[in-house]
């Protein structure tokens, strides 16, 4: 069966269609962590910070009682400086409240994030973290031994000491939940990283990358574009396609990509190793075929007996200046064997 082949300049649309084809295929990452859901839902979570959250509050503000009594003894001998006014004893009693409660988790978060993987400065950090708490505590409990409750000791020393202990407790759950979040954005950022590299091989190669489906759409557009070339094309593809003659088409594909292929450098040839299996089995490309499983395009004198008479009746079928190793790719056979088949053509011809 003969139709009128493709044009090279259609030809060359023709393939730079079916990678874009390919292309649009495949969908560009995006980065999520709905893949590495925690163990419990998110709103347990949303709970357990609120609770925390609370917890620190109220920790942070009984504490904060015999706190300000500390700061204002120690403060009040400022106020004899004629630099220093009301006001700035007032900031300064603030800030004594606030900086040992953001320390601890400050400092907690540090020592999680930034020296996780630094032993001795995640050491400094967890001291500098216990000092913050340790501001709170004997500000407490210089202020519990200047008045004492006789009567309610035991719960006044425990409030004077387990309070400001409670926050540091408190900053440390929070460590543990932010490192939690730290490692699912970890996770995703990896597991995006992976997916966008594979997407890019993928779109700058999808000839190669994506085989099934460039071949698919590279035999689509072939098809198209061999009904366009002639009407002569167009009936006799319309004609087959009616009665089922899948195995002619793909014989007829093939010819028509033999007849290009040799329009392509080796290394692109190699680049577009996908489309190149159109001459080896032109069966892959069929969506329903009866061919049989050892039907291959170069059989293009019938049934043949070695891969030496592959070689001459390619040679005879497609005549041209090919170098071995062009025979050999082309027709799917050893250089050796593609050596001996272009010998033996040459002999046929010289005794014709």
Not at 48 to 70: D, H, N, P, R, T
Not at 111 to 128: G, N, S
Not at 281 to 306: C, F, H, K, M, Y
Request: hydrophobic residues 45%; glycine residues 4%.
């Amino acid at each position: 069966m003969e139709l009128d082949s493709i044009k090279p300049g259609n030809w060359q649309n023709m393939l730079d269609r079916a990678a874009e084809l390919t292309r649009k295929s495949i969908k560009p990452p995006v980065m999520s962590q709905k893949t590495y859901q925690r163990e419990y839902p998110g709103w347990l979570y949303v709970v357990v910070i609120g609770v925390l959250a609370a917890l620190f509050a109220a920790a942070s503000y009984i504490s904060a009682g015999k706190e300000i009594i500390a700061f204002d003894a120690i403060t009040k001998q400022l106020a004899n400086s004629i630099r220093i006014d009301q006001t700035y004893i007032n900031f300064a009693i603030i800030a004594g409240l606030l900086m040992p409660e953001f320390a601890v988790i400050g400092f907690g978060f540090a020592a999680a994030v930034i020296a996780k993987d630094k032993p001795r400065l995640m050491f400094l950090f967890r001291a500098f973290q216990f000092l913050a708490v340790s501001i709170a505590i004997v500000a407490n409990v210089s202020v519990t031994c200047v008045n004492p409750l006789v009567s309610y000791s035991a719960i006044d020393w425990l409030i004077t000491i387990g309070a400001p202990l409670l926050s540091i407790g408190i900053g440390l759950a929070f460590e543990l939940l932010a490192i939690d979040a730290i490692v699912m954005r970890s996770q995703a950022i990896k597991a995006y990283n992976v997916a966008f590299e594979l997407y890019n091989v993928q779109y700058n190669a999808p000839e190669t990358e994506l085989k099934d489906t460039y071949t698919r759409n590279l035999r689509t557009l072939m098809i198209e574009g061999l009904k366009q070339r002639s009407v002569s094309n167009r009936e006799t593809i319309e004609a087959l396609e009616t009665d089922g003659l899948y195995t002619e088409i793909d014989h007829a594909l093939s010819q028509e990509w033999l007849k290009h292929m040799l329009r392509f450098s080796p290394d692109e040839t190699v680049r577009l190793d996908s489309a190149k299996r159109l001459t080896k089995r032109p069966n892959s490309l069929t969506v329903q075929s009866n061919a049989p499983t050892n039907q291959t395009p170069n059989n293009l004198t019938g049934d043949l007996t070695t891969k030496q008479d592959r070689v001459i009746a390619f040679l005879d079928a497609n005549p041209g200046d090919y170098t071995v190793r062009e025979l050999a790719d082309l027709t799917g056979v050893s250089t050796y064997t593609a050596s001996k088949g272009l010998q033996a053509h040459k002999k046929n011809e010289a005794k014709q």
